[in-house]
């Protein structure tokens, strides 16, 4: 980050100095939680999003983390350009990450083996979002739960708001909790 001086000459504004700064980006932006979705090896970066369905790109960060972990970051969003970028400052254990992240409460209504899918009810509130509407009643992928399960099964779900082939955002389940 740096420091700009500027001097105003009549209606041109200009830069006068240009300085390294002292401050950390921690200090200047806030820190949050994210969840690494994915990772393009073509553009090496990662994809991050916060509890809020933020989509945040970290391209080749000095903390490497892997896909499916939480890290903590500063998100750093412009204000006349919609690219989102996330500055990595940690890599947080699964447990704590998902209690930072947040976790949605929800039963299982229906399964479909052969298809790989099931239903579910979100129980508790559900948050509100800039990105769009959470959905109380979605489906996800029945691989990713780490143990067989059942209708009316309780589960928590890390999920967010995900931009589909359709470019609509649906509710997208990261994670599967028992």
């Known amino acids: 980050m740096f420091n700009v001086l500027t001097r105003q000459s009549g209606m041109t504004l200009r830069v006068k100095e240009i300085a390294m700064t002292q401050r950390a980006i921690a200090d200047v932006f806030p820190v949050v939680t994210g969840y690494v979705e994915g990772y393009d090896a073509t553009h090496r970066h990662y994809h991050i999003y916060d509890s809020q369905s933020r989509h945040f790109v970290a391209e080749s960060p000095s903390v490497q983390p892997s896909v499916g972990s939480y890290v903590r970051f500063s998100p750093v969003i412009p204000a006349q350009d919609r690219f989102k970028s996330a500055v990595i400052h940690s890599l947080l254990p699964a447990t704590e990450g998902r209690q930072q992240f947040g976790m949605q409460t929800a039963t299982v209504t229906y399964i479909n083996k052969e298809k790989d899918y099931f239903f579910y009810k979100i129980t508790s509130a559900i948050p509100d979002t800039p990105e769009g509407v959470i959905t109380a009643e979605a489906s ?20 967010f708001l995900k931009r589909g082939a359709d470019r609509q955002k649906r509710n997208h389940v990261a994670e599967i909790i028992l």
């Open 140 to 159: 996800a992928r029945l691989s990713l739960s780490p143990a067989p399960l059942s209708v009316g099964s309780d589960i928590r779900l890390i999920l």
